[in-house]
């Protein structure tokens, strides 16, 4: 099996730098996304990591260390709407599966 | 603009009812997926499939059942609803390369009453 966490909930104030962790335990690693999910409203994709280091887009980065089984993604310059559910999800190299953990919910105060 | 589009948006209804949720997407991925989501909660994956003739069940126990006749169309069934299958259920696609991201659908919120 796998298991995926993250925290439950964050909370930053608009303009600052919020950092999402998401540990992960599976077997046949073959690579992590992050996706964005207003309430109410389908998940949307971010970003993706495959091997180690730093993917960075725009406002949003994504790190990946496989050894450690670790991730975070990093929202800079937080505006009111970045206020969603940020979810993980990790797929391996057989089965094709994504699974995803059960997301941390960011609250940005004005 | 939307590639992966799921009818009903909205479904209410009675307890011992049959129901298909269908999904179809425009983009000729090979992958489908049913992910199950309370609200609040996280996504669980109920069914996938690799490709046409190919259906596969997920991490979560469901009972439901789907059907996978053409590349662009993965219906979910229910065949008698009960008020526990009350949730929000959506349908994602990928393309067949590994790394491809999974491109979700907007939903379909059930209520079984």
């Known amino acids: 099996g796998q298991n995926i966490d993250q925290p439950t909930e964050m909370t930053a104030t608009e303009g600052a730098i919020v950092q999402i962790n998401c540990t992960y335990q599976?077997?046949?690693?073959?690579?992590l996304f992050w996706y964005q999910q207003h309430a109410g409203e389908a998940p949307t994709f971010l970003s993706y990591?495959?091997?180690?280091g730093l993917e960075e887009k725009g406002r949003f980065s994504s790190f990946l260390s496989r050894s450690k089984g670790y991730s975070y993604l990093l929202l800079k310059e937080l505006q009111m709407k970045d206020s969603a559910s940020y979810l993980c999800a990790v797929i391996k190299a057989a089965g094709n599966k994504l699974t995803f953990g059960g997301g941390t919910r960011v609250l940005v105060k004005p | 603009e939307a590639d992966i589009y799921q009818t009903p948006r909205y479904l209410v209804i009675g307890t011992g009812k049959k129901i298909t949720l269908e999904c179809s997407q425009t983009?000729?991925?090979?992958?489908m997926y049913w992910y199950q989501q309370d609200p609040g909660m996280e996504l669980h994956l109920i069914h996938y499939?690799?490709?046409?003739?190919?259906?596969e069940k997920g991490d979560l126990s469901s009972e439901s059942t789907v059907s996978r006749i053409r590349t662009e169309h993965f219906p979910l069934t229910l065949e008698s609803a009960r008020p526990s299958h009350t949730s929000q259920y959506l349908c994602?696609?990928?393309?067949?390369?590994?790394?491809?991201?999974?491109?979700f659908g907007n939903g379909t919120r059930l209520t079984v009453t």
């Open positions: 983009m000729g991925h090979d992958k």
């Open positions: 599976t077997s046949g690693f073959n690579g």
């Open positions: 499939s690799y490709g046409v003739n190919s259906t």
């Open positions: 990591n495959v091997l180690d």
């Open positions: 994602a696609s990928r393309a067949g390369t590994a790394i491809s991201p999974l491109h």
